[in-house]
């Protein structure tokens, strides 16, 4: 299929090279194709997407990036480099390349100022954060996006009419110490990514954030991060006992997937696992990625272009949700 869309695309700053070798290293078997292709925001990245049928492509900083940084003025300063490396690098190929804003999540009007900036003066198709952000003088602390201090981010984001794209990061601290350290080859897309973004997306939904901001979307890779196939016992919980015990969630978590959450095939080509989706979360609210290049847009274009699937579909999931929800119009 031709003009597909793709939205969870890495990219990272050269002179930060160290740190994207050491995250290679964890996931890479290629290191230095790694480091060369996500340094590279457009020569080689636009060779394949012409070869492989991807029209637009919308790029993010690679995880953990700012999310890692425990000091708010360090990590402000760094959202604010990429933002302006990326917009610089993208600028002459307005109907090919695009870019979620890097933001530091320390303090929320600080994150919603930076979007509205970049969305304002970039054309950013929105944010892209890698899950809780590091804090504190020992970097032990989590910032959830769930609390109502961050209604100002969500109320922002609504304004702007744009997406949050809720990504993984990987363990630190005392969460690392206590439950992966001795189970390492389960961090990343075995399990750790999911366990950390299905909390993140579900304290939004308990917490309230989707009740007080009705109209905020929250796009979540990797075909939803294991939230879609528990979808029945979640209902089932949240509906016949938690509610009875005082959750005061206003709709139930299959309404809040139908009008608040979008999902990614990002790194995850089963044509079996997406019709399973289809059928929880529905085919308007699916959106074709790659996850470029901790996968390889061979696997991702190839596996969608040849599924099996009615050419509606195909097409609202290549590209059509895309272009609505990021406002693409004729690119
Ligand atoms: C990602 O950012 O999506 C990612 C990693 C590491 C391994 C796999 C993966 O950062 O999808």
């Known amino acids: 299929m031709l003009g597909k869309v793709i939205l969870e695309e890495a990219f990272a700053l050269p002179r930060l090279e160290e740190k994207t070798k050491w995250w290679a290293g964890l996931f890479s078997t290629d290191a230095e194709r790694h480091t060369k292709e996500i340094q590279d925001l457009t020569d080689i990245r636009l060779k394949y997407a012409h070869h492989y049928g991807v029209g637009y492509t919308v790029l993010s900083y690679t995880a953990p990036g700012v999310q890692d940084i425990f000091d708010p003025k360090e990590a402000q300063a760094l959202a604010v480099e990429i933002n302006d490396y990326v917009a610089e690098q993208i600028k002459p190929f307005p109907d090919r390349l695009g870019a979620f804003a890097t933001l530091s999540m320390h303090n929320?009007?600080?994150?919603?100022?930076?979007?509205?900036?970049?969305?304002?003066?970039?054309?950013?198709?929105?944010?892209?954060?890698?899950d809780t952000q590091r804090a504190g003088a020992d970097g032990e602390d989590y910032v959830f996006y769930d609390q109502p201090e961050w209604d100002i981010f969500w109320q922002t984001l609504v304004e702007l009419d744009v997406p949050l794209y809720l990504h993984p990061r990987n363990p630190t601290g005392i969460v690392f110490e206590k439950l992966w350290k001795d189970r390492q080859w389960l961090?990343?897309?075995?399990?750790?990514?999911?366990?950390?973004?299905?909390?993140?997306?579900?304290?939004?939904?308990?917490?309230?954030?989707?009740?007080?901001?009705?109209?905020?979307?929250?796009?979540?890779?990797?075909?939803?991060?294991?939230?879609?196939f528990d979808m029945w016992r979640i209902n089932h919980w949240f509906e016949d006992r938690k509610k009875k015990l005082g959750l005061d969630c206003k709709k139930t978590i299959r309404e809040y997937f139908n009008e608040n959450f979008w999902?990614?095939?990002?790194?995850?080509?089963?044509?079996?696992?997406?019709?399973?989706?289809?059928?929880?979360?529905?085919?308007?609210?699916?959106?074709?990625?790659?996850?470029?290049?901790?996968?390889?847009?061979?696997d991702g274009c190839n596996w969608f272009d040849n599924a099996e699937m009615n050419t509606g579909d195909r097409l609202k999931i290549g590209r059509e949700n895309a272009k609505g929800l990021l406002k693409l119009g004729d690119y």
């Open 187 to 228: 961090i990343g897309p075995p399990l750790s990514f999911a366990v950390g973004v299905s909390l993140h997306a579900l304290g939004m939904v308990t917490n309230g954030v989707f009740d007080r901001h009705p109209k905020a979307q929250v796009i979540l890779g990797h075909l939803g991060e294991h939230i879609p």
């Open 108 to 130: 929320p009007q600080e994150a919603a100022d930076e979007l509205k900036r970049t969305v304002e003066k970039y054309g950013f198709k929105g944010a892209l954060v890698n």
């Open 263 to 298: 999902v990614t095939t990002s790194g995850h080509f089963s044509t079996t696992t997406l019709n399973f989706v289809k059928d929880q979360v529905s085919a308007d609210r699916i959106l074709f990625s790659v996850d470029y290049p901790f996968e390889t847009f061979e």
